[in-house]
């Protein structure tokens, strides 16, 4: 499963948005770097394995 993620320059995970949301992906994107002028961030497609990516879609695990 494809997704988008968002990621702080030390390649921390900040949130994870289902791929066809790739809209709000960017809004969150814009979120965190007017906050955080210091700060980089970037957005970029992860790969999700089939079975992590059912917990996700189910609640489990989802970071926003």
């Known amino acids: ?3 988008w993620g968002i990621f702080n320059g030390s390649m ?3 949130a994870r ?3 066809h949301q790739k809209a709000e992906a ?3 994107l814009e979120q965190l770097r007017s906050k955080a002028k210091k700060q980089s961030y970037f957005m970029q497609p ?3 394995p089939l079975g992590d ?3 996700i879609t189910t609640g489990g ?3 926003e």
Do not use: D, R, W
């Open 53 to 55: 990516a059912m917990a």
């Open 61 to 63: 695990g989802e970071e």
């Open 26 to 28: 960017e809004e969150k």
């Open 17 to 19: 948005f289902p791929f």
């Open 12 to 14: 921390k995970e900040e």
């Open 1 to 3: 499963v494809l997704m």
């Open 46 to 48: 992860v790969k999700i």
